[in-house]
């Protein structure tokens, strides 16, 4: 740390207990200064030739016959006073970052200006602060901690500005000019823990580029805030860096924001500190990550921040979801006795992430046909279009855990993101078994308009197997299932069979006509099948497979329609006992039903047949819930 002492001799202060100070002199003092609750038994001459407030309130004191003056209001109290009359006596005065401010005020205070005398107090500080502390990293950092007990006065003086902006340009240094005196402890170097078998005794590591953010985390946020702006304003320090030391001052000063919470506290301070990180987030995205800013909106919202630092997140994070995981979107709801998880608030972060596609094609129209193609998102947004649909996926499962989750919130969710084609629904699959499985009391109806947000036809072999053992699932659901999965071993090494009529039908909410149907047709397909129902479904429908020749006969292009036929007559005398629920889908093969069911738009998957992979069956048990 830097210091200068002032003055030559090697006397001072005598102490009579705490309160009061008296110079060793022959001399009898002439008058008694008190400055807080500590009496100053001093000279009048050494103090009134530098001190020009002095000679002002002294003579106020003679008019009033009285040798006491009360200084009540200077900065820095008596500690700072005691800097100031040692130097009017020249004894050894001793400054450093800690009371270089606070002697400067008072300095200022007591106006002991060149004025009074050539030499004075107040130019020797502002020599030391030019030459010695803005010069040194550490020793500034300190000083702008010291300014905010003396403020405005430090301010007025310049002190704060000259301390922000020395810092700040330090910062902006090029890294090959900075040396090794400062904290860098967020990741342990070799050399300091004793296991770098190089190490020898020279520090020759390259410096980080964010080697500086540990250290303006001792500032509050206040001073920090301007630290940051003065460092942004010069637009040299990248925005990465920018975001390290957010993530870093957000880590110190609020504690458990790393595990997506905080911890009790000073609930001001705390929302302040939040709400100057989201306002000092670099412009351009990616200067943080997906995932830190996550961590901040939970903080705004456990604290109850502005309504402008939420909606500037969930604005930010939607443009870079696909950098999320699902832990990070498990928000806390703020009234845990309607839901255990805040949904709507990651509906809005979707929202606006496809409102990404949209600006995008908007902003193609307006460009010149030459420019056309390269302002559309292109194979890069469709990657990240894919990615947050399969996080979505992840994310419905993990809040379907909550059994007041309504269906609804599930539902348009999963909407949401129904437009972004992806080749597997297995993850679909799981987050709507897992919401049967916790909701076990909802209705058919619900059952049923659940199931649909599914495409049966791009679920895996393994979700297939889980699927036809599910007795969570409505029986329509399940035939499904069992029909794409018995096709799919079928047509392997060959084109994909048309479906027959029946299943084309049920696919999309018709069953034939209304002569042949009961009136309880449409409850026995959305009711959940029975074990014994599924044991026997798949064991049937299975059994096609060797009992029909499958191999040779596609060969001789027999093998689709001898499957179809098969399976028709196998399912029809399997379950016409029980409760004829199959007779409306077999008796529509052909296309002799008119195909006049009402309820068109409840389609569980697409009717294309192109779509259904060729996979080879395997007949074991699995589990992806």
């Known amino acids: ?6 003055g030559s001799k090697l006397d001072s202060f005598q102490t009579d207990g705490n309160n009061v100070r008296y110079v060793a002199s ?7 200064l008190i400055v807080g609750d500590v009496k100053f038994y001093l ?11 002095l000679q002002k309130l002294v003579a106020t004191t003679n008019e009033e016959n009285t040798d006491e003056v009360h200084i009540s209001d200077i900065p820095g109290g008596p500690a700072a006073f005691e800097i100031c009359a040692k130097f009017c006596y020249g004894m050894t005065v001793t400054l450093n970052a800690y009371n270089v401010v606070a002697a400067r005020c008072a300095a200022e205070y007591l106006e002991m200006h060149e004025t009074m005398e050539r030499g004075n107090l107040i130019y020797k500080i502002d020599v030391f602060l030019i030459s010695s502390i803005f010069r040194s990293w550490k020793d500034s950092i300190i000083v702008l901690q010291t300014t905010k007990f003396l403020l405005p006065l430090s301010e007025e003086l310049k002190v704060v500005g000259n301390c922000i902006d020395f810092i700040a340009t330090k910062a902006c240094v090029d890294v090959s000019k900075v040396d090794w005196s ?5 990741k342990k170097l070799p050399e300091h823990n004793g296991n770098d078998p190089n190490w020898n005794g020279v520090r020759n590591r390259l410096v980080p580029k964010d080697w500086w953010v540990e250290d303006l985390c001792e500032l509050e946020i206040d001073l920090y805030k301007q630290v940051l702006v003065n460092i942004k304003t010069k637009g040299i320090v990248a925005d990465d860096v920018i975001g390290e030391a957010l993530k870093a001052y957000a880590y110190r000063r609020l504690p458990g924001f790393s595990k997506g919470m905080i911890q009790s506290g000073d609930i001001v301070k705390q ?3 939040v709400d100057t990180i989201v306002w000092l987030l670099p412009a351009e995205k990616g200067g943080v990550s997906c995932s830190f800013m996550l961590k901040l909106l939970k903080a705004s919202i456990l604290l109850d921040s502005g309504e402008m630092a939420v909606v500037e997140l969930v604005r930010r994070i939607g443009q870079q979801l696909e950098e999320a995981s699902v832990s990070d979107l498990l928000i806390r709801g703020r009234d845990e006795e309607t839901t255990m998880y805040d949904v709507t608030t990651v509906q809005k972060i979707v929202e606006e992430f496809l409102m990404q596609d949209q600006n995008a094609e908007i902003e193609s129209l307006e460009e010149s046909h030459e420019l056309q193609e390269t302002r559309r998102p292109g194979i890069l947004f469709d ?18 855990k909550d059994p007041k989750l309504p269906l609804l919130k599930f539902v348009d969710l999963a909407e949401m993101v129904s437009g972004i084609s992806r080749p597997a629904h297995d993850g679909l699959y799981r987050a709507i078994d897992m919401y049967l499985k916790e909701h076990p009391g909802i209705s058919k109806s619900e059952r049923k308009r659940i199931c649909k947000l599914m495409d049966c036809k791009k679920l895996s072999v393994d979700a297939c197997m889980h699927a ?10 399940v035939v499904q299932v069992l029909f794409f999965e018995q096709v799919r071993a079928a047509s392997s090494g060959s084109s994909t069979p048309d479906l027959p009529k029946g299943i084309k039908d049920l696919n999309s909410g018709s069953h034939g006509s209304s002569r042949s149907a009961t009136t309880n047709t449409e409850d026995d397909w959305d009711a959940v099948a029975t074990a014994e129902e599924l044991k026997a479904l798949k064991a049937e429908l299975a059994a096609l497979r060797l009992g029909n020749g499958v191999g040779g006969s596609e060969r001789n292009g027999d093998g689709k329609s001898n499957v179809d036929k098969a399976a028709i007559s196998k399912m029809k005398g399997l379950l016409k006992s029980k409760k004829k629920i199959f007779t409306k889908l077999w008796s529509s093969k052909g296309g002799q039903g008119d195909n006049s069911g009402s309820d068109s738009s409840d389609s569980l998957g697409s009717g294309n047949p192109e779509e ?11 589990s992806v819930s």
């Open 1 to 6: 740390m830097k210091f200068m002492k002032l």
């Open 26 to 32: 022959e001399l009898a003092t002439d008058i008694v």
């Open 43 to 53: 000279h009048k001459f050494p103090l009134l030739s530098k001190s020009a407030r």
């Open 182 to 186: 400062y904290t860098y402890n967020r």
């Open 271 to 273: 929302r302040s500190i």
């Open 383 to 400: 990657a990240s279009k894919l990615m947050v649909a399969k996080l979505i996926d992840g994310y419905l499962a993990e809040i379907s």
């Open 468 to 477: 036809v053992q599910n007795e969570r699932l409505p029986l329509r659901v």
């Open 612 to 622: 259904v992979k060729s996979t080879p069956s395997r007949n074991r048990r699995h």
